[in-house]
């Protein structure tokens, strides 16, 4: 990684580590998806998620609060509103996931707690916030760009899991539709300014790397899944149990 | 501070601070609004205080990147609108400032790049962000209570600086206006937080520390200013000099 790419060059590598690293290809999503697994592992998948779902608005907070650029700022912060929500006409990601979890008949006191969660669930998620907190700005950026890939996910998501599951109805998919209109924006969004700001040999190895870390965050939390209610199903201490 | 104290004997001590530590009570703040100072020392107030307004958005995203509280971040990101704006309507409070050093005669971009800035207000204004990024919740909603004693200064800085200065016309003090709106509701919002998550002895204490730290970093900024455009008048390398 000693020489510099063009735009285009490093656009390229950056789709290589979705293609090859993103989360779509882990086993878990493959069960998930082609109706696999049983309510109480889908149970187990939505109230992990949920930690991720709801770190999302302090990850573009961090971020933010380390951008000098005012109209940087002004052009992320509907992330923020588009997780959290805004007044009453706009419920927000979180709250839609909620409605998800509601659906499969989580108590949603318990998992807004997040006491059931994997505590590797909570490792990746904070892991994530601390990378945006303290690297550079263009890395924090980059460690959106898995938004790139997730289009195909939440399409093979909303088919799959409403084919395959009676106790997945339409109205609790609301999340995933969402995104589908939202994610396509905001990932271009931040191609555009990576790959604008990563002209130099060494950012552009650093903004790769940050997808890398982005991707395995991701990843992270499905090898937890899998080993915790699936094989070989080994639950750790505190962790939600399925009826 | 080892006895607790209801919220009402809280909000007693820390307007007590604001009545012994505000900046209003700086010898500077009485020069500016007296029509004391001629035209180059109030484009070296404008120009530095231009740091501090550009920093508070990135201290309200700091503030939420620490906040596990959805409602509270849906309570607080206007601040973030207010002073970053929002879509075409809204300029917001830096835009507003900026609008106060044009009309005052300076570069914009040369006041954007902070370069002929105090090292001192840097330091202040960067404690003030590194402050809400590491000190408790509480502590960072605490470091904003100086919001209780602003629109006395402003008041007064609109009627003094209009009535002493020849260079200030009524459309450059548009941001002082607006905030004489915007204030009141976010100091009496945080009071309350304040007032209602500040239940031992020792968090007690940690607030009012909070609001003494936050009434220095606004007093450092105007020492600062006296030293290096009044008396002594010793301005250090690379900062402004008056034309």
């Given at each position: 990684?000693t020489?510099i ?20 290809k ?6 998930l ?20 779902q ?39 990601g ?25 505590p590797?669930t ?61 994610a ?60």
């Amino acid at each position: 990684m000693t020489k510099i790419m063009s735009p285009e060059e490093l656009e390229d590598e950056l789709r290589a580590i979705g293609a090859a690293r993103y989360h779509d290809k882990h086993p878990f999503h493959t069960l998930l998806h082609g109706g696999k697994l049983n309510k109480g592992q889908v149970q187990a998948w939505a109230l992990n998620r949920y930690c991720y779902q709801s770190a999302v608005p302090r990850k573009d907070a961090a971020l933010m609060s380390r951008c000098y650029d005012r109209q940087l700022r002004r052009d992320w912060i509907h992330r923020i509103h588009d997780h959290d929500g805004e007044g009453k006409e706009e419920e927000g990601g979180i709250e839609r996931w909620l409605v998800l979890t509601d659906g499969l008949g989580l108590d949603r006191d318990y998992v807004m707690s997040m006491k059931g969660a994997l505590p590797a669930t909570r490792f990746a998620v904070e892991a994530y916030v601390r990378f945006v907190q303290e690297k550079s700005l263009v890395e924090a950026v980059a460690s959106s760009l898995t938004e790139l890939f997730a289009p195909k996910i939440h399409k093979e998501r909303i088919s799959g899991m409403l084919e395959n599951y009676d106790f997945i109805s339409d109205d609790v998919m609301q999340y995933f539709r969402r995104r589908l209109a939202q994610a396509p924006d905001d990932a271009a969004f931040a191609l555009d300014y990576v790959k604008r700001n990563a002209r130099t040999p060494e950012t552009q190895a650093a903004v790769l790397d940050a997808l890398r870390f982005k991707c395995n965050v991701l990843w992270a939390q499905l090898d937890a899944l899998y080993h915790a209610y699936y094989d070989p199903g080994l639950t750790p201490p505190d962790a939600f149990v399925p009826a």
